[in-house]
């Protein structure tokens, strides 16, 4: 596994930005395999003010999104190849076994556990999992596929 990745040298790895930047540091990878990384649950999350305003809940697509980051993160560790202006792009395809199990409030940080199952022409299958304390809170398989922009 490897070193500390911090939030500097994610937003050099990935296009996403505040507030859809859903991964603040990369605690460990290794190539080819895994990656462990951390979104931080702060009440100043803007969809809080929208979801729900009485009872703060983050949104289980969101969670699905972090993860789905977090997995580009590792195909990166795992090609080198960064994406440029049009080529080199990956996309989340698909989603398929999602389960959300426990709630994750403000003040949470969400364990993002990410390892990959299949990689075939460009096509790319994750086992997903984000956690609170050790309880999962919610688990995915993830369909990521190269893309070109136009």
């Known amino acids: 596994m490897s070193n500390i990745v911090n939030i500097q040298e994610i937003r050099m790895l990935t296009p996403h930005r505040y507030p859809f930047l859903l991964v603040d540091r990369v ?17 100043n999350e803007e969809y809080f003010n929208g979801h729900f305003p009485s009872r703060p809940v983050m949104p289980g697509v969101l969670q699905i999104e972090a993860l789905a980051q977090t997995a580009g993160l590792l195909i990166y560790y795992t ?3 960064l994406a440029d202006e049009k080529t080199n792009w990956h996309f989340l395809a698909g989603v398929d076994k999602a389960r959300f199990k426990r709630i994750v ?7 993002l556990h990410v390892e990959i ?11 997903a ?8 809170a919610c688990s995915a398989e993830l369909f990521i596929a190269k893309g070109v922009l136009q």
């Open 27 to 43: 605690l460990s990878y290794e190539p080819g395999k895994s990656i462990l990384a951390l979104k931080n649950i702060t009440s």
């Open 79 to 81: 090609t080198n190849i």
């Open 105 to 111: 409030d403000p003040g949470d940080q969400l364990h």
């Open 117 to 127: 199952a299949k990689h075939k022409r460009g096509l790319w299958v994750f086992n």
């Open 129 to 136: 999992k984000a956690m609170v304390n050790e309880e999962i």
